[in-house]
């Protein structure tokens, strides 16, 4: 089944803790991207990556970290998590490296920082 | 990037066929429309997309004029399991990079 899998679904952790939220899909899409989600902001992109070691910041990058080793998974790295990162994640992959064409979304991953 | 306008929210009953309207005046001629569904907690799901006229799947219709300024997502029969948030998104499918989110149309249906 063509997937993209996010983890962990859920995070709690506390400021400073660095953390690593892991990206995975089986379709061997070359476009992958993160999103958080806020309630009345809705989906801004924080990083994309096109292909394999090709990474650019997103509209919302700040205080975030990627890096695209192999082609089924981006991880998504807190390198010093604070509150004000508290959201709803989704990672994203689309075919032939290109934004627009049809994007499959992961379930999400809500992380909370204390 | 187009920018999009959506209404709000709509509210339908289980039953009736569903039309929510997306306007894009500064759509531009590589520009495709792209319409995402997305219940509470989970990731955007796509729908349905088109360059111009009709586009028809197992799920909607999207219907789009010639002057390409608008489009409007059809769904025929809802089910109260089709309340969720869609999203109508414009942009390059072929060299665009970001999939841009707007706040969406918030669908509610009802029995």
């Known amino acids: 089944e063509a997937q993209v899998t996010q983890n962990p679904r859920y995070l709690i952790t506390v400021t400073g803790k660095k953390l690593t939220v892991t990206c995975s899909q089986n379709?061997?899409?070359?476009?992958m991207s993160w999103y958080r989600q806020d309630p009345g902001l809705g989906l801004r992109q924080i990083y994309y990556s096109m292909n394999v070691e090709v990474t650019d910041k997103g509209d919302v990058p700040e205080g975030y970290k990627v890096s695209r080793k192999e082609k089924r998974n981006f991880p998504l790295i807190l390198e010093s998590p604070s509150p004000n990162q508290t959201s709803l994640y989704f990672c994203?992959?689309?075919?032939?490296?290109?934004?627009?064409?049809?994007?499959?979304f992961g379930q999400g991953t809500r992380l909370t920082v204390v | 990037l187009a920018k999009t306008t959506q209404p709000i929210s709509m509210d339908s009953y289980e039953g009736q066929e569903v039309n929510i309207t997306c306007s894009h005046n500064n759509i531009a001629t590589n520009d495709y429309i792209t319409w995402y569904q997305q219940f509470p907690s989970q990731g955007p799901r796509f729908i349905i997309q088109g360059y111009k006229t009709k586009v028809t799947n197992e799920v909607a219709s999207l219907f789009i004029p010639a002057d390409r300024k608008s489009s409007t997502l059809s769904l025929p029969r809802v089910s109260l399991s089709d309340t969720a948030v869609y999203y109508c998104?414009?942009?390059?499918?072929?060299?665009?990079?970001?999939?841009?989110f707007g706040a969406g149309t918030i669908l509610r249906v009802k029995s």
């Open positions: 994203a992959s689309s075919f032939g490296g290109r934004g627009l064409a049809e994007a499959f």
């Open positions: 379709m061997n899409h070359e476009y």
């Open positions: 998104l414009v942009g390059d499918r072929y060299y665009g990079n970001k999939l841009v």
